[in-house]
């Protein structure tokens, strides 16, 4: 596609659900990226796919927190038992190359609110 | 790991005047600065980036400078127009994949 696609824009979870965000890389784009940015904040890294492997999980928060990719394109990070503190936009950056040092493509991200 | 200081936090302009954002950084091993341009509600996009063997890069009304001496780089952006008004991020990275942002600058240029 022409650019980072992320699904749904918005998602308002009630405290305790599951919730599950979705990323459609730029078609090709070998590294695919999953950051939070709280409201204020600047982003903050989550984790890094190259292909279909997890490279980089170390910017996960709990263990509530999965990302996968399998086919090497789209990726869904997932929060299990949501929690109030959770509530931020996530955002999806994609990149052709292997390290990433083309620098990133963001999407326009998913904003959860946890209420 | 890498921490990331922005400074300052909010800056007004008067239209055509310059604006600069400061930034310092940690670790001595980043070797890659870009700085991105977020507008309201919308994705952060890549407006100029340099890597630690250049010290000054420049790209129209923009330019970013270097200072690996002393761990800064700035953004300076000059004859500022109403369309430059947004939030501005600085990031560093170590191993060209992850990106640690400064907290954001909020860039307000008056009419």
């Known amino acids: 596609g022409a650019g980072v696609s992320q699904s749904p824009r918005y998602k308002v979870a009630k405290r305790g659900q599951d919730v599950a965000l979705r990323c459609d890389p730029i078609?090709?784009?070998?590294?695919l990226f999953w950051y939070q940015q709280a409201l204020g904040q600047g982003p903050e890294f989550l984790t890094y796919?190259?292909?279909?492997?997890?490279?980089?999980k170390s910017g996960l928060p709990s263990d509530r927190f999965f990302a996968e990719r399998p086919e090497g394109s789209v990726s869904t990070l997932k929060i299990q038992r949501t929690q109030q503190e959770d509530s931020a936009v996530y955002l999806c950056?994609?990149?052709?190359?292997?390290?990433?040092?083309?620098?990133?493509?963001f999407g326009s991200g998913t904003r959860l609110t946890v209420v | 790991g890498e921490n990331v200081e922005q400074h300052p936090s909010t800056l007004s302009v008067q239209e055509g005047d310059s604006a600069v954002i400061k930034c310092t950084y940690s670790?001595?091993?980043?070797?890659?600065f870009p700085w991105y341009k977020q507008e309201l509600g919308k994705r952060p996009q890549l407006i100029i980036d340099?890597?630690?063997?250049?010290g000054e890069k420049k790209d129209q009304r923009i330019a970013v400078t270097l200072n690996k001496t002393a761990k800064h780089f700035s953004l300076h952006i000059t004859e500022t127009q109403p369309e430059d008004s947004a939030v501005y991020f600085c990031?560093?990275?170590?191993?060209?994949?992850?990106?640690?942002f400064g907290a954001g600058t909020t860039v307000t240029v008056r009419a």
């Open positions: 950056a994609s990149s052709r190359s292997a390290e990433g040092s083309y620098g990133y493509t």
């Open positions: 078609s090709g784009h070998v590294s």
């Open positions: 796919f190259q292909n279909e492997a997890q490279l980089d």
């Open positions: 670790d001595s091993a980043s070797n890659y």
């Open positions: 340099i890597r630690s063997n250049v």
């Open positions: 990031a560093a990275s170590t191993d060209d994949y992850k990106l640690s």
